[in-house]
C-alpha cells in the first residue's frame, strides 16, 4: 500500500519512506522542508456478525468479489468513517445477509501481522428479513456447526471467530 501514495496530500512534493522512531515501522514523509507532513497509514476497521438460529445454526455467505471469491464468510464489511461499530454491524449483516439482526455480545477483535484490516465480530441473532445475497454474495445458507466448509473459509479472521463462536 505505501507505494501506492507518491505525493504529498497538502503541497504535492514527493513522499518518501522513513524511519522516524525505532521500532516503529516506516512513515512517509513529505521531501519539502517547509511542509514535513507525516503520512499515518492507519488500519482499516471492519465488522462481522456470526448470525446463529435457535437450532443453533449458522449464516455463511458464499463471496462473489475478491479477495476470496467463491469461499465462505459471515457477513460483514468496513466500518464507515463516523459510524457507530454496532450499527455498522448491523447494517453488513442486513446488506450481505438480508436479515435484520440484534447483537449479542462482543466475540472477539482480531488483527493479523502484515494485514491492513482489525475485524470486530459480534454474536448476533436473526429478528426479520429474508435469508439472501446481495451483489457481494453468491450464495447464503444456514449451516450446522458439523457442516461448517471449515476448508473454504476466505479468511483466518472467519475461521477463528467461528471456532472461539463454537467453542
Request: charged share 25%.
Amino acid at each position: 500500500m505505501v507505494e501506492t501514495y507518491r505525493f504529498c496530500p497538502v503541497c504535492g512534493a514527493p513522499l518518501d519512506s522513513r524511519v522516524l522512531r525505532l521500532g516503529e515501522p516506516a512513515r512517509l514523509v513529505c521531501t519539502a522542508a517547509a511542509c514535513g507532513f507525516v503520512f499515518y497509514l492507519d488500519p482499516k476497521l471492519a465488522v462481522g456478525t456470526i448470525i446463529a438460529g435457535p437450532d443453533g445454526r449458522i449464516v455463511l455467505i458464499r463471496r462473489a468479489i475478491e479477495p476470496g471469491y467463491g469461499l465462505w464468510v459471515f457477513p460483514g464489511g468496513y466500518v464507515d468513517r463516523g459510524e457507530e461499530v454496532t450499527l455498522a454491524a448491523v447494517r453488513e449483516a442486513r446488506e450481505e445477509s438480508g436479515l435484520d439482526v440484534e447483537l449479542g455480545e462482543l466475540l472477539g477483535v482480531y488483527s493479523y501481522a502484515g494485514r491492513v484490516p482489525v475485524i470486530i465480530v459480534y454474536r448476533a441473532t436473526p429478528v426479520g428479513g429474508t435469508l439472501e445475497v446481495d451483489e457481494e454474495g453468491l450464495e447464503a445458507r444456514w449451516f450446522a456447526p458439523d457442516e461448517i466448509p471449515w476448508d473454504a473459509l476466505a479468511f483466518h479472521s472467519t475461521r477463528d471467530a467461528l471456532r472461539a463462536h463454537l467453542g
